[in-house]
């Protein structure tokens, strides 16, 4: 195996980083990124991979969720609530659809950096580099806010670690009461034509929650320890490189910045610098899989990504759309199959369904994800393997960004909250909605009513 060290992606292209100015600067800050404390620890990264060993195989199924683009004016108490409540609740509804134990990972504490189409965006015969995510430079278009400025580097590390410590904080305790669907907004099922369903779900987790609280005496305390993981797209390599560290009496190389970095569409060439980067990190590791790749260049990554086979290494998430997953998941869960590689299969219906309005507003539709998500697990369960897990882009306010949903949200309601910076994300009762319709579709696939 050729020598890997955190450095070696340098030989290889990198697409999708930023150009600096001031490389004096930039390596001063990488210099002081690579001396603060981790944002995480190896053994929590260790346990997360545990566990992704144990949903590649059907006994768990990962709920992976949050924004697009997470912005350093939205790192406020609120809003960071909010996000751990909805996916909370949604662990819950899961909890009870697909009896197994959910591993909650947040898109969260460091999705800082976007890849773009194209490197730079003119309006008005101005042409200024494009918008790439808090981490590299700012979305107004100004020419000293678009300017990629590597003291972001840090402020995106100080945020990640403010979200990061007011989630450890609400774990710890507080939060309990977010279990009881007593205290959910539920307003929205009444205007479901499956409102008698929900409302049957929603009584038949409250039931159960009680009957552990007061018979089987188990604390509400107890049953809300729960578990947060982060992840990011692993896409500024110079920061990803910064955050991989050593750890005493282990072998290897951990990136500390999150438990679980994923590795985009774009930047998923088993020949480029993202991929030499990634296969040296013992983290276990996303990799997002679009309609153009092929079981070969699937084959080439999990060779080098995960030469020794290792259970909960990989995670494949894939985002083919509504309208092309029936053509190409299923030789793609052949191909891996064939290769013997134990893989966490994740479904993510957002990035394949994105469309622009007439207004020039990206969006997505409720029914569509819905589709691709359904459609997946029965592809799946047809073919013999499982779905482990899926992957939301998802606000826990109510934005107005998606399509559909109970409260039938169309074109012109998209004004009224649009507050996302690159990508349309599901809203808190849209999320909800969401999640009640994935437990009611694996209930029935088990032939159980729900
Ligand atoms: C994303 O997850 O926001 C993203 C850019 O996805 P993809 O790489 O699948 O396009
Ligand atoms: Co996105």
Redesign the pocket.
Known sequence: MREWTPDSWHRRPAQQQPTYTDQVRLKEVLVRLAELPPLVTSWEVDRLKTQLAEAAVGQRFLLQGGC??ESFSQCRSDIITNKLKILLQMSLVLTFGLKRQIIRVG?FAGQYA??RSADTETRDGVTLPTYRGELVNGLDFAPEVRRPDPERLLRGYEYSALTLNFIRSLVEGGFADLHHPEYWDLNFVAHSPRAKEYQAMVETISDSLRFMETLAGIQAEQISRVDFYTSH?GLHLAYEQANTRRVPHREGFFNLSTHMP?I???TADPGGAHVEYFRGISNPIGV?V?PGMTGEWLQDLLEILDPEKEPGRMTL?H?LGHDKVGEYLPNLIETVKESGHRVVWCC?P??GNTETTASGLKTRRFENILSELEQSFDIHHAIGSYLGGVHF?LSGDNVTECIGGARGLSEVDLERAYESH??PRLNYEQSLEMALQVARKIATMNGRVV
Request: net charge positive.
């Open positions: 697009c683009a898109r976007k890849p797209e994923w985009g569409m774009r997002k679009g998430i985002r993510d957002m990035h882009e690159v990508d």
